[in-house]
Nanobody, 125 residues
């Protein structure tokens, strides 16, 4: 079973940057989607972006460049860089993995069958 462990969260000041990591082990997918989601208290889980096994990325955000996803295949680690942090970025951030079925969905978390436990990001103004 795929195991995902997020790290890199913490407290940060608005305007700064953070890089979150997601270490994957026992990775069994040949073609896959790996994505970042976040969930703030009282809100639904929100998809931020994905990278697929071909290295293609896609983002849900309307703020290009604020969220950047990358993957180090040698380390089996997924990254999320968050720039120009805002207080509204405060949330639990999760990485998820699932089989690639022709596309990667950020709208349907149920398409992902492996999830990490999350890492908390708190942004103060």
């Amino acid at each position: 079973q795929v195991q995902l462990v997020e790290s890199g969260g913490g407290s940060a000041q608005a305007g700064g940057s953070l890089r979150l990591s997601c270490a994957a082990s026992q990775f069994t997918y040949t073609r896959y989607c790996m994505s970042w989601f976040r969930q703030a208290p009282g809100k639904e889980r929100e998809g931020l972006g994905y990278i697929n096994s071909a290295g293609n990325t896609g983002y849900a955000t309307a703020e290009p460049g604020r969220f950047i996803i990358s993957k180090d295949n040698a380390k089996n680690t997924l990254y999320l860089e968050i720039n120009s942090l805002k207080p509204e970025d405060t949330a639990m951030y999760y990485c998820a993995a699932g089989p690639w079925v022709g596309y990667c969905s950020l709208a349907d978390p149920a398409r992902y069958d492996s999830w990490g436990r999350g890492t908390q990001v708190t942004v103060s103004s």
